[in-house]
């Protein structure tokens, strides 16, 4: 014990409370600690991700709303920061305030509360915080992505693995879930992040052009080939390229990208010349890519090649109170854009948000609460503001649909990444080839286009 509180006579402590005066004052102590102070509860997860390991103090006597209640769990589940709780009886009662206390802190203090009782714990708190050192917090490899539900935290800890590798990787999702995002996250947490990272939308290139645009041209290779181009493919040379709506490619572009893949070289139009490139692909797409290799819009062998490691985006509506959060990011982001203060969003408003079906995902949630922040004149925005009243409300789904959705989900997958050979899907699965069987009967998972039949 001693030799941890040595560790922390100069450290920083972060002190977290609405109060400038709440009975938290460390002075005369004989520590030397630096004090930062944070006020609103939105700033508290910006100034923790900055800090080096250390205690904090989080000042739990008064109320806070749900949507706070949200930020702070997201602040507190940085494993650098050891947090120590002031707190009331009164308080003490709220499931919310309990269950903040179990899962984040290592102590806690009630009110009236002696110094050097604090003071104890908050020693205690620092010298556990010193052991982790100047590792990054857990959370590094996110980027700017928002995130605390499950289905998010798997998904940044699979980012954080294939960021880690070379191997091409495939990013699905619906359309605005932040794909783009993700793929700009990993090439950010590789080893090639000095590099570019170049992002098309292949669907946004009228299809005469696709070629031209990927893969370069020389001067005079078609008509108004004046000069040289350098496509975007030799421009991510060294980068991360992400080709997004690759299901659009048209498919004698998949044949030409086909071919670079296996040969790490391009020819542009109208050249001689093989030029060698290193660079990682990622692409995405919101188009069912194994539907589209049954209708043979997409080219099977390109698929396998794209696919080697896979990355699934969830929609918002599976991301609860992520809504919330994401929400209050872009409020605190684009508040002052208002023409007033703007004091979060109202008890109708939250309840919307969570109840309604986001088909336009992460993108959807950023235009309504800019246009809602431009337009309001409520002191807290409303649903009305947000044009989520009566709008359309997420179907009730029950428990036995949410688990028939997940299996006919993962085998669809499994089946994919095995070129659609039951038997090693099976084994990765664990089930027998006779199970797979009759459960891709009853999902209506067909295989005859693909490689399985006959085995
Ligand atoms: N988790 C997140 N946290 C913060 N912002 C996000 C998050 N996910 C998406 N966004 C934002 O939402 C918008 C849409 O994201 P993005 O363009 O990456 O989606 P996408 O899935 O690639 O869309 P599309 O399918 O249309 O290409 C962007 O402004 C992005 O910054």
């Given at each position: 014990m001693d030799r941890l509180c040595k560790a922390s006579r100069t450290a920083q402590?972060?002190?977290?409370?609405?109060?400038?005066?709440?009975?938290?004052?460390?002075?005369?102590?004989?520590?030397?600690?630096?004090?930062?102070?944070?006020?609103?509860?939105?700033?508290?997860?910006?100034?923790?991700?900055?800090?080096?390991?250390?205690?904090?103090?989080?000042?739990l006597q008064s109320d806070y709303s749900e949507a706070e209640f949200t930020q702070l769990e997201q602040a507190l589940q940085y494993l650098h920061i050891t947090w120590v709780a002031i707190t009331s009886d009164t308080m003490l009662a709220h499931e919310r305030v309990r269950r903040l206390i179990r899962d984040y802190c290592v102590d806690y203090v009630r009110m009236p509360f002696s110094m050097p009782d604090l003071l104890y714990s908050l020693r205690h708190a620092q010298g556990m915080a010193s052991l982790h050192g100047t590792r990054a917090p857990e959370s590094a490899s996110r980027g700017t992505m928002i995130g605390e539900c499950a289905a998010m935290r798997a998904m940044f800890r699979s980012l954080a693995k294939v960021a880690h590798?070379?191997?091409?990787?495939?990013?699905?999702?619906?359309?605005?879930?932040?794909?783009?995002?993700?793929?700009?996250?990993?090439?950010?947490?590789?080893?090639?992040?000095?590099?570019?990272?170049?992002?098309?939308?292949?669907?946004?290139?009228?299809?005469?052009?696709?070629?031209?645009?990927?893969?370069?041209?020389?001067?005079?290779?078609?008509?108004?080939?004046?000069?040289?181009?350098?496509?975007?493919?030799?421009?991510?040379?060294?980068?991360?390229?992400?080709?997004?709506?690759?299901?659009?490619?048209?498919?004698?572009?998949?044949?030409?990208?086909?071919?670079?893949?296996?040969?790490?070289?391009?020819?542009?139009?109208?050249?001689?010349q093989s030029i060698p490139l290193n660079l990682r692909i990622i692409s995405a797409?919101?188009?069912?890519?194994?539907?589209?290799?049954?209708?043979?819009?997409?080219?099977?062998?390109?698929?396998?090649?794209?696919?080697?490691?896979?990355?699934?985006?969830?929609?918002?509506?599976?991301?609860?109170?992520?809504?919330?959060?994401?929400?209050?990011?872009?409020?605190?982001?684009?508040?002052?854009?208002?023409?007033?203060?703007?004091?979060?969003?109202?008890?109708?408003?939250?309840?919307?948000?969570?109840?309604?079906?986001?088909?336009g995902n992460v993108r959807e949630l950023i235009n309504r609460v800019r246009r809602a922040i431009v337009m309001t004149d409520n002191r807290k925005i409303t649903a009305e503001d947000l044009q989520l009243h009566g709008g359309a409300e997420l179907p009730r789904k029950t428990l036995d649909a949410i688990r028939e959705e997940a299996e006919r989900e993962a085998i669809r997958t499994v089946m994919a990444s095995h070129g659609f050979h039951v038997v090693p899907a099976a084994r990765e699965l664990n089930v027998s080839r006779v199970t797979l069987y009759r459960l891709m009967h009853k999902h209506n998972i067909r295989v005859e286009s693909h490689a399985a039949v006959g085995e």
């Open positions: 402590i972060v002190v977290v409370s609405r109060h400038e005066d709440f009975g938290f004052d460390p002075s005369g102590s004989g520590t030397e600690w630096e004090i930062r102070r944070v006020q609103q509860i939105r700033d508290v997860e910006r100034v923790v991700r900055a800090c080096p390991p250390t205690a904090g103090v989080i000042d590798n070379e191997a091409p990787v495939f990013i699905s999702g619906e359309s605005g879930t932040g794909k783009e995002l993700a793929a700009q996250a990993i090439h950010d947490a590789s080893s090639r992040r000095k590099g570019p990272f170049i992002a098309i939308n292949c669907g946004a290139i009228p299809s005469h052009l696709v070629q031209s645009e990927l893969f370069g041209y020389e001067k005079g290779a078609f008509t108004g080939a004046n000069q040289r181009k350098v496509g975007w493919i030799e421009q991510a040379q060294g980068g991360t390229l992400f080709l997004d709506e690759i299901g659009d490619l048209p498919l004698e572009s998949q044949v030409a990208l086909l071919r670079f893949l296996q040969q790490g070289m391009i020819t542009r139009l109208g050249g001689h797409t919101h188009v069912d890519l194994v539907v589209a290799q049954t209708d043979g819009r997409f080219r099977s062998d390109l698929f396998h090649r794209l696919c080697v490691l896979t990355l699934t985006i969830p929609a918002l509506r599976e991301r609860g109170e992520d809504i919330l959060l994401l929400a209050n990011a872009v409020l605190a982001e684009h508040g002052h854009e208002a023409h007033r203060r703007i004091r979060g969003f109202s008890a109708c408003a939250t309840q919307a948000m969570m109840q309604y079906a986001w088909p």
